[in-house]
C-alpha cells in the first residue's frame, strides 16, 4: 500500500518536473515567434508584452519581397545544401564506420586514428588554406564548393562504427555464404539493416549543413550563393538594425529543422539507440 | 520483402540523389554572367559591405549601370554583402585566392595592406582633384608618400542628447569629462539612463578619451596610447555611477535606444540622423565628445568607407579609370550616396559643401563637429591593436590600474608595429 | 535486375569479369579490396580538404604569415613562443579547462537526469523528447540573439529582468555584469539550452538497453529509486557515459559560438569578459591576419584536446574499451 502511494507520488512528481522544464525549454521559441510579429519600436521597448499589438504578418512578407536580399533564393540554396550534404554525408560515413568496424584488415588503427584526428584539430584556423585550395579549384561561388567539404563527417564515422562493431556476425556469414563479396554484403545486408541509424545521423547531418556559417560567408561570396545563415546575418548590418525582420527570417530558418525534427524524431532516437555507442 | 522494399527504398533514395544533383548543377550561378556583362571587353568586380539603409544596393547597381553605359567595354559586376566585421574577414580570404574583387571596400584602412603589396597606389587618378579633398582623409589614406585608397562616404560621429530631457534636469551639453559624468548622472532617472556608448559599456569610448586628453594612439612608429592614462582611468568613475545604458537591444551604431528614450545622451554616428529626426522631429542636439579637461580638446571620431584597386586585379587600369569617375567626377552620384540613404558627408569639401540636407539644422552642426573636431583611428591601427587596446579599457572599467594596464597592452601593440613596419 | 544495366553509357561495368575474377582473388585479398573501396572516399575527402589545410596550417605555424598563407618566411618556433608569452591567450587556456571542468559534469549530469525522468513516464513521453531536443534544431548564432537581445538584455523589457521586477530586483544587464560574473548564467543556459536534449537522447537510448530483469531484481531486494540508480542503471550506462563525456569534452575545449555570438559588438573582439582559445585565435587569424601565429594556436589547442582526452581515456579506461580485437 505503502509502496503504491509512493510511485504515483513519484510519478506525478515526475510529471509535474516534467511539464515545468519543458516550458522553458519552449520559451526562447516563444519569444522568437513573438518578436517576429512585432514592430521595431515593440522589439527595442524598455517594457515587457506578453503579446505583440497585431500580428504583423508583413515581416514576414517583407522579408521575401525585398530585392536587396534574396531571402527565398538563401533559403533554396540552403536546403540543397543540406539535402545533398546529408544522405551523401552519411552514407560515406557509414561505408568507412562499417569497413572499420568489421573488415578486419592490417592498418586498420592507423586508417581510424587518420579519421579520429581531424575532431581533435579546431577548424576554425584550418579554414583559410581550406578556402585557398577549394579556390584554386574553382569552387568559389559554386554549390559543389559549397557542399564538398562538408561531405566528410568523422564524427558520423565514429558513431557508425561503434553501430557496426555490435552488429550480429551470423547475418554477414549468411550472406557470405551466399557468394556474396564483402562489398556485396555491405551493399544488400548491412546498408537495407541501417536505415534506421542513417536517417538519424542524416538528420544531425542536415542541422550541421543548414546552421554553418563561417564556410558559406567565405566560399558563397556573391548573393546568389548565400545560405539562409548568410542571409540573416545580413540584418545585422552596421548601420540600422531592421529587428523584427531578423527575427522573423529566424522563425523561418528554423522551420524546416522544427519540421524535420517532429516527423522524424522517433527514428533519430530509435537510430541513435542502436548505436548503442558501445566504444 | 525486406530485401526488395530496401531495393526500392534505395531506388527511391537514387532517384532522389539524382534529381538532387541535377537542380543543384542547374542552380550553381555564374556570377559574371550578369546581363550588363553582355557585349562588355572586362567585367570588374567591385566589393561593398552590406548596407543598412533601404536602396542602398540598388542604387551602387545604378551607378555602375551609368558606368557602362558611358564606357561600353567595361561592365562592373557588384558584389555585395556581409556585415562590418565578417566583411573585413570575408574580404581576406578572397585577397588570398584566385577569386579576388578587382575594387573594395575597406571600413578600416589598414596601411598593412598597402606596404604587403595588397592595394594598388592611386595618386595618378586623382591628379589635381587631391586638393579638392577633405585633407584628414588624404593623410589618413597615404602610405610611405602614395595615395592608396580613396573614401566614398566620410562618417562623422558625435554625442546626440534630448534636449527635453536635459532642460528637466537643470544641466546643459557637457563640456569635460568630469561635466559628461555629472550630467549622465543627473539625466539617469527611472527607466531612462543618462549615456549610452555601447552595450558594452566601452564602445569607442577609449579612443575618444585619449583623443580627449590630447593624446594619439601611435605616433610615428611608436604606440603612445598609455600617456592617456588618466582619461581612460575616467572609464571607472564612469561606469561606478551605474548611469550609463548596458546591454541594451540595439548597439551604440542603431539609434535605437535614442529614440526609445532608453538613453537620454548617445554616441552614434551621422548616419542615424533622419532616423532620430523621424522619430524626436527637433527634441536633440549633437554635441562633441567633451574635451577632458581644460588642457584637453573637444573630438568626435572620423570614419566612413574608402574604395581600393587590388594591386593583383588584371584589369587594374579599367578598375582605376571607374573609380576616377564615379569617386572624382561624378559630384551628383557621390551627393545622392551621401545623404539620400542615411546621412554621410561627401569627401571633396565642394561637394560637401553644396549638400542641401547637410546645410541645415543638426545635420549642419554635425558636420562643422566633424570638420573642426574629427579624427581618424592611425592608418597602422590593427584589429589586433584595437581589440588589445579595448580589452584593456575594459579591465580598466573594471578597475584594474590604469598606467600597468595600458602599459602592457601596449607593449604588445608595440611589437605587432614593429612587426607590421618589418 | 535494375535498369541501369540496360544503358548504353553502363559500358564499363565488368559484371562478369569481376564475378569470376573476385572467385579466383584469395580471401584476403578481397577483404583487402573491399576495405579500400568503402574508406577510400572518406580518406581522399579529408585529405583533400582537411589533412591538406591541416598540413599547410603546421608548416605556416613555423613561418611568419601576416596576411598572406605562402610559405618560406621560416621563424621555428617563434609563433608558438610568441602565443604562449601572450598573457590574454593563457588565460584563455587557464579559462577553458576551468570551463571544461564545471560545465561537463554539469551538462552531464542534467542530460542524464532528464533521460531519467523522461524515461520513467509512460504517457507523453514523445512530447517531452521533442520537446527537450527542439533546441538542437537552433543555431548558435539564432540562439545567442534571442538570449541576448530578449531573455537577458539590461533593459526591463528583458524576460529575466520583468521576472526579477516581480520580485523587486532592479534591472541588471546580465551579460555586463563582471561581478559577480552574471554572464555565466547567460554562457551556460544557453549551452544547456542547446546541447542537452541531443544527449539526452543518447542517454535515453543507453537507458532502454538495459535489461528490465535487473530492475526487478532490485526492486526483489527493496532497493529505492536512488540506489537502483546507484546500483543498476548508473554502471549499467558506463560505455555510454564514457563515449557521451568524450564528444562533451572535446565540444567543450572548442568552446568559441556562443561565446562569440554572446559578446561581439560588431566590432573587434576586445571587451568580452572571458574568451576562450578559439576566440583569441580567430581574431589572431581570421580578423588580424596573422596566420603563423594562428596556426601554432590551433596545435597547441590540439595539444590540450588530445592530452585531455588521454587523461579521461586513463582514468576511465576508455581506451582499452574501444578496440575489443
Given at each position: 500500500m505503502n509502496r503504491y502511494r509512493g510511485t504515483v507520488a513519484a510519478s506525478i512528481a515526475t510529471y509535474v518536473v516534467l511539464c515545468l522544464l519543458a516550458v522553458v525549454f519552449l520559451i526562447p521559441f516563444y519569444v522568437l515567434l513573438r518578436n517576429a510579429f512585432m514592430t521595431t519600436p515593440e522589439v527595442t521597448a524598455t517594457d515587457w508584452h506578453w503579446l505583440p499589438s497585431a500580428l504583423n504578418w508583413n515581416n514576414f512578407t517583407a522579408l521575401f519581397d525585398n530585392p536587396e536580399r534574396p531571402f527565398g533564393r538563401s533559403l533554396v540554396n540552403s536546403l540543397l545544401i543540406a539535402v545533398i550534404t546529408a544522405p551523401v554525408s552519411t552514407l560515406l560515413a557509414s561505408m568507412a564506420g562499417y569497413a572499420l568496424a568489421r573488415i578486419h584488415v592490417p592498418g586498420r588503427a592507423v586508417v581510424l586514428s587518420l579519421i579520429v584526428g581531424t575532431l581533435m584539430i579546431p577548424q576554425a584556423v584550418t579554414f583559410l588554406p581550406t578556402f585557398v585550395v577549394v579556390g584554386s579549384m574553382?569552387?568559389?561561388?559554386t554549390m559543389w564548393g559549397l557542399i564538398a567539404p562538408g561531405l566528410f563527417n568523422a564524427f558520423a564515422v565514429v558513431l557508425f562504427r561503434s553501430f557496426y562493431a555490435s552488429f550480429p556476425a551470423e547475418i554477414e556469414e549468411a550472406g557470405r555464404l551466399d557468394g556474396l563479396s564483402y562489398l556485396g554484403v555491405y551493399g544488400r545486408i548491412i546498408l537495407p539493416n541501417s536505415v534506421t541509424m542513417i536517417a538519424s545521423l542524416g538528420a544531425l547531418s542536415f542541422i550541421e549543413a543548414w546552421n554553418s556559417f563561417l564556410w558559406p560567408l567565405m566560399i558563397g561570396q556573391d548573393p546568389s550563393s548565400w545560405t539562409v545563415q548568410i542571409a540573416l546575418s545580413?540584418?545585422?548590418?552596421?548601420?540600422?538594425?531592421?529587428l523584427p525582420e531578423l527575427f522573423a527570417g529566424t522563425a523561418v530558418a528554423i522551420l524546416p529543422l522544427v519540421v524535420m525534427f517532429l516527423v522524424a524524431q522517433r527514428h533519430i532516437v530509435q537510430g541513435i539507440a542502436m548505436s548503442g555507442l558501445k566504444s | 520483402m525486406s530485401a526488395r522494399s530496401a531495393l526500392s527504398r534505395r531506388g527511391f533514395l537514387g532517384t532522389s540523389l539524382l534529381f538532387v544533383a541535377g537542380s543543384a548543377v542547374a542552380c550553381s550561378s555564374n556570377p559574371q554572367g550578369t546581363a550588363a556583362a553582355k557585349g562588355a571587353k572586362v567585367t570588374l568586380t567591385q566589393w561593398y559591405h552590406q548596407y543598412g539603409e533601404e536602396g542602398t544596393q540598388a542604387a551602387v547597381k545604378r551607378y555602375a549601370e551609368e558606368y557602362t553605359k558611358a564606357n561600353p567595354d567595361v561592365a562592373v559586376n557588384v558584389v555585395w554583402g556581409a556585415d562590418t566585421s565578417q566583411y573585413e574577414t570575408k574580404l581576406n580570404a578572397a585577397l588570398l585566392g584566385a577569386d579576388a574583387p578587382d575594387i573594395f571596400e575597406l571600413g578600416d584602412f589598414r596601411a598593412e595592406m598597402a606596404r604587403k603589396g595588397q592595394l594598388e597606389p592611386l595618386d595618378d587618378i586623382y591628379g589635381s582633384a587631391k586638393d579638392g579633398f577633405n585633407q584628414a582623409d588624404l593623410d589618413y589614406l597615404t602610405v610611405d608618400g602614395k595615395l592608396y585608397g580613396m573614401k566614398t562616404i566620410d562618417d562623422v560621429m558625435v554625442l546626440y542628447y534630448r534636449k527635453s530631457l536635459l532642460k528637466k534636469a537643470g544641466v546643459t551639453p557637457p563640456t569635460t569629462f568630469a561635466e559628461l559624468v555629472d550630467t549622465a548622472k543627473e539625466l539617469t532617472t527611472g527607466g531612462v539612463k543618462g549615456l549610452f556608448i555601447g552595450n558594452d559599456g566601452i564602445g569607442d569610448s577609449p579612443y575618444l578619451l585619449a583623443w580627449s586628453q590630447g593624446k594619439d594612439l601611435i605616433d610615428g612608429d611608436k604606440v603612445v596610447y598609455a600617456d592617456a592614462a588618466k582619461s581612460i582611468g575616467g572609464l571607472r568613475d564612469l561606469h561606478s555611477d551605474k548611469s550609463v545604458l548596458l546591454g541594451f537591444t540595439t548597439d551604440w551604431y542603431d539609434a535605437g535606444a535614442f529614440t526609445q528614450s532608453a538613453a537620454a545622451m548617445q554616441w552614434c554616428g551621422l548616419w542615424a540622423l533622419p532616423t532620430i529626426e523621424k522619430a524626436l522631429g527637433d527634441d536633440f542636439g549633437v554635441a562633441p565628445w567633451?574635451?577632458?579637461?581644460?588642457n584637453g580638446r573637444p573630438v568626435a571620431r572620423l570614419g566612413g568607407w574608402t574604395q581600393a584597386v587590388n594591386a593583383?586585379?588584371?584589369?587594374k587600369d579599367e578598375a582605376k579609370k571607374y573609380l576616377q569617375w564615379l569617386w572624382i567626377k561624378q559630384t551628383d552620384i557621390q551627393i545622392d550616396w551621401a545623404v539620400k540613404y542615411g546621412f554621410h558627408v561627401p569627401p571633396q569639401t565642394e561637394v560637401a559643401a553644396r549638400t542641401p540636407e547637410l546645410s541645415k539644422g543638426a545635420a549642419k552642426d554635425a558636420v562643422a563637429i566633424g570638420t573642426k573636431n574629427g579624427v581618424s583611428f592611425p592608418a597602422e591601427w590593427t584589429q589586433a591593436m584595437q581589440a588589445g587596446f579595448i580589452a584593456a579599457a575594459a579591465d580598466i572599467a573594471k578597475g584594474a590600474a590604469p598606467e600597468k594596464t595600458l602599459e602592457k597592452a601596449q607593449a604588445k601593440a608595440q611589437s605587432d608595429l614593429d612587426k607590421q613596419m618589418g | 535486375m535494375t535498369v541501369t544495366g540496360t544503358r548504353p553509357l553502363d559500358k564499363t561495368r565488368p559484371a562478369p569479369v569481376t564475378a569470376t575474377r573476385r572467385r579466383r582473388l584469395t580471401e584476403r585479398q578481397s577483404k583487402a579490396f573491399a576495405f579500400v573501396v568503402l574508406t577510400a572516399p572518406m580518406l581522399i575527402g579529408l585529405g583533400v580538404f582537411r589533412y591538406v589545410a591541416i598540413g599547410w596550417s603546421f608548416l605556416l605555424s613555423f613561418s611568419e604569415a601576416r596576411r598572406t598563407i605562402s610559405l618560406g618566411n621560416w621563424v621555428g618556433f617563434d609563433n608558438y613562443r610568441q602565443l604562449l608569452s601572450d598573457e590574454r591567450f593563457r588565460d584563455s587556456l587557464t579559462m577553458i579547462v576551468l570551463f571544461t571542468a564545471l560545465i561537463v559534469p554539469v551538462t552531464f549530469a542534467a542530460s542524464l537526469g532528464l533521460a531519467v525522468l523522461v524515461n520513467r513516464v509512460k504517457r507523453g513521453r514523445a512530447f517531452f523528447r521533442t520537446a527537450f531536443l527542439l533546441p538542437a534544431a537552433v543555431s548558435y548564432v539564432a540562439a545567442a540573439m534571442i538570449w541576448k537581445m530578449a531573455l537577458f538584455s539590461g533593459v526591463p523589457s528583458g524576460l529575466a529582468n520583468t521576472l526579477g521586477a516581480l520580485f523587486g530586483v532592479d534591472p541588471t544587464p546580465w551579460i555586463q555584469t563582471t561581478s559577480p560574473p552574471l554572464y555565466w548564467i547567460v554562457l551556460v543556459t544557453l549551452r544547456l539550452w542547446l546541447q542537452v536534449g541531443l544527449y539526452m537522447i543518447l542517454f535515453i537510448a543507453g537507458l532502454q538497453a538495459i535489461p528490465p530483469h535487473l530492475y526487478e531484481a532490485a526492486a526483489l531486494d527493496g532497493a529505492g529509486p536512488w540506489r537502483t540508480f546507484r546500483s543498476v542503471t548508473f554502471p549499467m550506462l558506463r560505455s555510454t557515459s564514457v563515449a557521451i563525456l568524450l564528444l562533451m569534452l572535446i565540444a567543450a575545449l572548442q568552446a568559441f559560438d556562443e561565446f562569440y555570438a554572446i559578446f561581439s559588438t560588431g566590432a573587434s573582439l576586445g571587451s568580452e569578459p572571458v574568451r576562450t582559445p578559439l576566440m583569441h585565435l580567430y581574431g589572431v587569424?581570421?580578423?588580424?591576419?596573422d596566420y603563423g601565429v594562428g596556426s601554432a594556436g590551433a596545435f597547441l589547442l590540439t595539444l590540450l584536446i588530445v592530452l585531455v582526452t588521454l587523461l579521461q581515456g586513463r582514468i576511465l579506461g576508455f581506451s582499452r574499451a574501444g578496440d575489443k580485437d
Open positions: 574553382g569552387g568559389v561561388n545580413s540584418f545585422l548590418t552596421s548601420q540600422t538594425v531592421n | 567633451p574635451a577632458y579637461d581644460k593583383k586585379s588584371k584589369h | 587569424a581570421l580578423q588580424d591576419q
